[in-house]
């Protein structure tokens, strides 16, 4: 079985456990918190994969790192995956079981990348934007990428909007390089 179908499988079923049980704001907090850490190291994930390592050694790694950080429900799925082999599909078992949750309750990802940071006020502008773009809620991802030169790039769902600098300027060498410009003398 391919690993995405895998993830999902999981992630689906953490996700109905977790609504049955009316624990879903909780799941998502420790689903967000454990993508920020397998983010952020590597020899975590490494471990994780690792055949070498047993599954009572890595339950153990994994209980001193999140217990008390994380709601029962989530410590006990990482538990039972671990038991299952499968704690190697951790990562794309958090990515599919925070889609999944977005798809549930309705949520569209609005992407936007811009050349510095976003300041309060131009993140209320931009969420405002994406919200009339997508006709509902939105979560705001943000990514900065200072090749843009200045200005924003929105993306909701098909939709895209794109001021920044970078493109214009792509876009004037285009038209020059079509229609040269020769002078009269």
Known sequence: MSGIRIASRYAKSLLDLCIERNEIDAAKADMVMIHGIMEESRDLRMMLSSPVVKADKKVDILHTIFEGKLSAITLGFITLLTRKGRESYLPEIVTSFLNQLRKHQGIIVAEVTSAVALDAGSR????????????????????????????????VGDKQIDSAIANRIKALKREFAENPYIAEM
């Open 124 to 155: 209320a502008k931009m969420l405002e934007t994406a919200m009339k773009l997508a006709g509902g809620q939105v979560e705001l991802v943000e990514k900065v990428d200072a090749s843009l030169i200045g200005g924003f790039v929105l993306k």
